[in-house]
């Protein structure tokens, strides 16, 4: 139906009620229109109501409980949409689009929408089936069945595709959750992707497999034979490369006792990685305009920081009078170390790790280690929970000469 089809049923269904007052649940009653149709072209049953010159509503005088609709209704209803789809399977939604009323008091009336199915012979729809609550036996079997077909001790939820009927949301919601599945059918849990393994500990997972194979592994050939998922191994610590050109690196300087095969492997991988390496993408030269950041008219600094550059530079500038002395920066984390001049004591200092940020934020999106530094200095604190202490220069500088 067109929006000006809507209007004129509004206005035909208050003359035949003789009303200037005329409420949905009447509409729908006198006219078999849903709402669905009312709103694909209104955002409300009110502003149908206005553009038809009607009134919406009824008054406080006139306001009448619904009439009830009998299970009988319900059920001659369900079989006129039933026929009129042409098909014996009905869902709820289906339902409420074609028949005079919704499927809600059909709910009511029968307990459940699969009652009212079967009360009126007919089938419920393909997702409905597929929702149905399974049995923990039945996720059980599933699962020891996908895995003795895998030979595998562990799944994941993608192991399921193509190889069950069954997918892991249902499985997960019978059991109480993935690994409660797993764990009531016997199988291990997967490894931790987000896991975090010391360099000594990866170190020494690299050089076993390296022994074994007697080559250089694959990541996946490593994550087999490690028992970790290939994130712990490769985006944890910056790429498959990365991993390898840190581990070897700990490995030759560890001056372990290797056998001489190996040794020639590590140093050969090693200057492999080291020749095609690309370089860090935050030391190539874009040559791209600075952003600028709101007027800020400290001393030298025109503009607040807007990089983590500048909060470098800005740190550089103060941090004497904050109390630090800056012994050197760098380009692995944490980016400086320095010293720090003790409060009560003018001329004693503690050794102080510090990583830069813009944002306290960035600390936790670039997945750095709070155990591996003591501050963050950051131009602007929006971590509440950060588990490190924190400097925020936006407000530091403000106690300075020179701030107005």
Same mark, same amino acid.
């Given at each position: 139906?067109? +929006? =000006?089809?809507?209007?004129?049923?509004?206005?035909? !269904?208050?003359?035949?009620? &003789?009303?200037?007052?005329?409420?949905?649940?009447?509409?729908?009653?006198?006219?078999?229109?849903?709402?669905?149709?009312?709103? &694909?072209?209104?955002?409300?049953?009110?502003?149908?109501?206005?553009?038809?010159?009607?009134?919406?509503?009824?008054?406080?005088?006139?306001?009448?409980?619904?009439?009830?609709?009998?299970?009988?209704?319900?059920?001659?209803?369900?079989?006129?949409?039933?026929?009129?789809?042409? @098909?014996?399977?009905?869902?709820?939604?289906?339902?409420? +689009?074609?028949?005079?009323?919704?499927?809600?008091?059909?709910?009511?009336?029968?307990?459940?929408?699969?009652?009212?199915?079967?009360?009126?012979?007919? #089938?419920?729809?393909?997702? !409905?089936?597929?929702?149905?609550?399974?049995?923990?036996?039945?996720?059980?079997?599933?699962? @020891?069945?996908?895995? =003795?077909?895998?030979?595998?001790?562990?799944?994941?939820?993608?192991?399921?595709?193509?190889?069950?009927?069954?997918?892991?949301?249902?499985?997960? &919601?019978?059991?109480?959750?993935?690994?409660? !599945?797993?764990?009531?059918?016997?199988?291990?849990?997967?490894?931790?992707?987000? @896991?975090?393994?010391?360099?000594?500990?990866?170190?020494?997972?690299?050089?076993?497999?390296?022994?074994?194979?007697?080559?250089?592994?694959?990541?996946?050939?490593?994550?087999?034979?490690?028992?970790?998922?290939?994130?712990?191994?490769?985006?944890?610590?910056?790429?498959?490369?990365?991993?390898?050109?840190?581990?070897?690196?700990?490995?030759?300087?560890?001056?372990?006792?290797?056998?001489?095969?190996?040794?020639?492997?590590?140093?050969?991988?090693?200057?492999?990685?080291? #020749?095609?390496?690309?370089?860090?993408?935050?030391?190539?030269?874009?040559?791209? #305009?600075? +952003? @600028?950041?709101?007027?800020?008219?400290?001393?030298?600094?025109?503009?607040?920081?807007?990089?983590?550059?500048?909060?470098?530079?800005?740190?550089?500038?103060?941090?004497?009078?904050?109390?630090? #002395?800056?012994?050197?920066?760098?380009?692995?984390?944490?980016?400086?170390?320095? +010293?720090?001049?003790?409060?009560?004591?003018?001329?004693?200092?503690?050794?102080?790790?510090?990583?830069?940020?813009?944002?306290?934020?960035?600390?936790?999106?670039?997945?750095?280690?709070?155990?591996?530094?003591?501050?963050?200095?950051?131009?602007?604190?929006?971590?509440?929970?950060?588990?490190?202490?924190?400097?925020?220069?936006?407000?530091?500088?403000?106690?300075?000469?020179?701030?107005?």
């Amino acid at each position: 139906m067109t +929006r =000006n089809d809507l209007i004129d049923t509004i206005r035909k !269904a208050a003359a035949a009620l &003789r009303t200037t007052r005329l409420s949905a649940p009447a509409f729908r009653q006198q006219t078999g229109v849903t709402m669905s149709a009312i709103y &694909r072209h209104f955002d409300s049953w009110s502003e149908a109501c206005l553009a038809a010159g009607i009134n919406h509503g009824l008054t406080h005088e006139n306001l009448v409980a619904p009439p009830k609709i009998s299970r009988e209704e319900c059920v001659a209803e369900m079989k006129k949409v039933a026929a009129l789809l042409g @098909q014996r399977q009905l869902s709820s939604n289906e339902f409420t +689009r074609h028949a005079r009323f919704t499927a809600g008091p059909v709910i009511r009336r029968f307990g459940s929408w699969q009652e009212a199915l079967k009360e009126s012979g007919l #089938e419920p729809c393909a997702k !409905a089936i597929l929702d149905t609550p399974l049995s923990v036996d039945e996720c059980v079997f599933e699962l @020891q069945r996908v895995a =003795n077909l895998l030979g595998t001790k562990t799944l994941q939820p993608r192991d399921l595709r193509g190889h069950s009927g069954y997918s892991a949301h249902r499985i997960a &919601r019978a059991c109480g959750g993935w690994f409660k !599945a797993l764990s009531r059918a016997g199988l291990t849990p997967t490894p931790n992707p987000n @896991q975090r393994l010391s360099i000594e500990r990866l170190a020494d997972l690299f050089l076993r497999v390296v022994v074994d194979l007697h080559r250089i592994p694959t990541l996946l050939q490593l994550s087999r034979r490690s028992g970790h998922a290939p994130d712990t191994l490769s985006r944890n610590r910056g790429g498959y490369p990365a991993f390898k050109m840190d581990v070897i690196k700990y490995l030759l300087a560890s001056n372990g006792k290797f056998p001489k095969d190996v040794l020639g492997m590590l140093r050969a991988e090693l200057t492999r990685l080291t #020749e095609h390496m690309p370089p860090d993408k935050s030391e190539v030269n874009t040559m791209k #305009e600075h +952003r @600028q950041g709101r007027t800020l008219g400290f001393r030298g600094f025109a503009f607040a920081p807007t990089s983590e550059q500048d909060v470098v530079q800005l740190f550089g500038a103060v941090a004497n009078e904050l109390g630090f #002395e800056i012994i050197g920066n760098r380009a692995a984390f944490p980016d400086c170390e320095a +010293r720090r001049r003790m409060p009560a004591q003018r001329e004693n200092f503690i050794k102080c790790l510090i990583e830069y940020e813009f944002s306290s934020r960035d600390f936790k999106r670039h997945q750095h280690d709070p155990q591996g530094c003591n501050l963050i200095v950051c131009w602007e604190h929006n971590w509440p929970k950060c588990p490190v202490e924190v400097l925020e220069l936006k407000r530091a500088i403000k106690g300075l000469t020179g701030w107005e």
